[in-house]
């Protein structure tokens, strides 16, 4: 038996995993056990978790993989400041410290934070160092469900790397092409939402959800003089416009007079119709860049499987666009595929590439559903809600999928926590809050009165997976709701005269369909399949739904509130339940209702978290 434990952790979403014999055994973000939101930190927490899971000491874990090589990084930090010397001279003195201190040394450092784990972890050579884009890549195609895929990441930065394109054949995995910082579609994205006066490593999926509200009015704007895009894909991005490469911020005076405006100030000023077009802008050539990529690699390498990871694969209107082009056969995209995802990564690479380990294709993919995290059994939640003071009754599990969608009828929002925790920024069907889809309110109550956040944000549907084709225009699985596709014809309703007419946020209260809680203005949704294979409970709930109203589909979205990590325990989903108005609360078979709580239990939740 061979294990290998991941780590990715120091620039942001820490996590560990852990494989023993190339088969995933478990993974969590830091964040789940800390609270704290996109936690950066050396994943203490989650390395105790995935040892645990695994019933294995540090000492026990054969070798120890860290996402990507600090040196790297720290060599293309020097060379940018010289390149762009004299200006990052301020930068380069501030940063320069932390990096000969810390970064530079993080060998060191990880030692020390590893043998806080196990004093008897002394083989500082069972310690390895992976590459980003690398990890990321290896995240993306060895978890897939194909011999041989293309493989495109794109994020950020990593060492050097924004965008990498990797071939996988087999065990094989070997990357081809790669664009070099500064030129990164990851961060072009991110100065955008820097612009828009969202939190950048946070925001982007906000920009993302209010993009169908504008109109792409600074597209052609943005085209002619922040990027030369070349036919294959490939860009350049004009520096003069950010800072990000030698400041603090991500953009300057240029980009502002650019456009017209000075970056947003979230706290003080409101979303307007210029940041909704800036969002649908930004939005539409994201997508052009991704198709024009996909297509030119299709044609190159003429393989019909593409696998995607890095932050940009989040990014799911991009990847339905691609889908709906029918560019290739199949997509898969790795459910957490940003910087958490890279723990992952690292000890895939490590056991095919460097150990030479054959690997077993799995036709469903390798991630268990990406339900990889904390379970507790129905004995321990009873004690702990005993424990709380909480009111409940254990039922049978046919009840509780009854009084469930009962409850979900009767317009109530639900928290359902079940089974081992997702990996990855989505939930899905484990730490979730449920709604009816069919109801008009329920997209703005479950924001205002249980998210605590803006109104525009859109929920995703989770159907059932055989239903999908009757509800939305998708002809594929998408377990990991990450991709767009529009909602089938037959359950649309068609807008007034009156209706078309009207602009941004005007538009949010328009009825637009059969299920219009989780239908985007354009029509569109985030797409959860849900299969009895993957999530067994999940999809007997849909069917029990879908028995007592004829609609296969329920609202999910995350279990927290926004500026909270997904609640990960059953005391942090009872505190999210009584600090917000949620009306029920389902944890394995124990079932809660609002109504029977001890007024005295009730929460002070609302700005509880700061803002994401």
């Known amino acids: 038996m061979t294990s290998v434990l991941g780590i990715s952790a120091f620039y942001h979403d820490s996590a560990a995993s852990i494989i023993i014999d190339g088969k995933i055994i478990a993974a969590a973000q830091e964040e789940r056990f800390t609270r704290l939101k996109h936690d950066s930190s050396y994943p203490k927490n989650a390395v105790n978790f995935v040892l645990s899971y695994a019933n294995l000491t540090l000492s026990d874990v054969d070798s120890v993989v860290f996402f990507e090589k600090p040196f790297l990084k720290f060599e293309r930090l020097l060379e940018t400041y010289v390149a762009f010397a004299p200006k990052g001279f301020s930068q380069f003195t501030k940063a320069m410290p932390t990096w000969l201190k810390d970064k530079l040394f993080q060998k060191n450092q990880l030692i020390k934070y590893l043998k806080a784990h196990d004093k008897n972890f002394i083989d500082e050579n069972k310690l390895f160092f992976s590459e980003h884009h690398l990890s990321h890549a290896a995240s993306a195609f060895y978890p897939s469900p194909f011999n041989e895929a293309i493989v495109l990441t794109s994020d950020g930065v990593g060492e050097w ?19 070099h910082f500064p030129h990164s579609l990851g961060l072009l994205y991110s100065a955008f939402t820097y612009y828009t006066g969202f939190k950048v490593n946070s925001g982007e999926y906000k920009l993302m959800g209010l993009a169908p509200y504008g109109e792409p009015r600074y597209y052609q704007k943005i085209k002619d003089n922040l990027i030369d895009i070349k036919k294959d894909g490939s860009f350049k991005l004009d520096q003069s416009y950010f800072d990000y490469a030698t400041g603090l911020r991500m953009t300057n005076s240029k980009f502002n007079s650019l456009f017209g405006q000075k970056q947003r100030d979230s706290k003080s000023e409101r979303l307007t119709q210029f940041h909704m077009d800036i969002a649908a802008s930004i939005q539409q050539l994201t997508e052009e860049i991704m198709i024009k990529m996909a297509k030119s690699l299709r044609e190159e390498y003429q393989i019909k499987n593409l696998c995607m990871a890095g932050g940009v694969a989040l990014n799911c209107v991009a990847n339905g666009k691609i889908l709906d082009e029918k560019i290739f056969e199949n997509i898969w995209v790795q459910p957490a595929a940003g910087d958490a995802g890279g723990s992952l990564g690292a000890s895939l690479a490590y056991w095919h590439l460097h150990l030479n380990k054959n690997r077993e294709v799995n036709i469903n993919d390798s991630m268990k559903g990406s339900y990889l995290g904390q379970e507790f059994d129905d004995k321990t939640v009873s004690e702990k809600l005993n424990e709380i003071g909480a009111k409940f009754e254990i039922l049978e599990e046919s009840e ?8 979900l009828i009767n317009g109530g929002a639900v928290g359902w926590f079940q089974g081992r925790m997702e990996f990855g920024p989505r939930a899905l069907g484990a730490r979730s809050i449920l709604g009816d889809p069919r109801s008009e309110n329920m997209q703005k109550n479950l924001n205002l009165k249980v998210k605590y ?7 995703a549907p989770s159907i059932l997976e055989e239903d999908k084709e009757e509800w939305f225009d998708i002809y594929t699985s998408s377990p990991y709701m990450l991709m ?38 354009d029509y569109s949704a985030r797409i959860q399949t849900v299969s009895k294979k993957k999530n067994s409970k999940y999809y007997n709930l849909i069917s029990k739904f879908k028995e007592k109203t004829g609609c296969p589909v329920l609202i999910n979205t995350s279990f927290n509130i926004r500026g909270e990590p997904i609640v990960n325990t059953p005391e942090e989903a009872f505190n999210c339940f009584m600090g917000t108005e949620l009306d029920t609360l389902v944890i394995g078979n124990c079932f809660l209702n609002k109504k029977d709580q001890d007024p005295s239990l009730k929460k002070d939740y609302k700005y509880k978290f700061e803002l994401d």
């Open 484 to 521: 767009v596709a529009g909602v089938h014809n037959s359950k649309i309703i068609q807008m007034s005269k009156e209706e078309k007419k009207l602009f941004g946020i005007d538009k949010l209260n328009i009825k637009r369909s059969n299920i219009p809680a989780v239908t985007h203005v």
């Open 161 to 179: 790397a924004t965008t990498t394109v990797a071939i996988g054949n087999g065990k094989d995995l070997e990357i081809k092409k790669e664009i």
């Open 400 to 407: 509780i999928y009854d009084k469930t969608t009962d409850s």
């Open 453 to 459: 956040r803006e109104s525009f944000r859109p929920f």
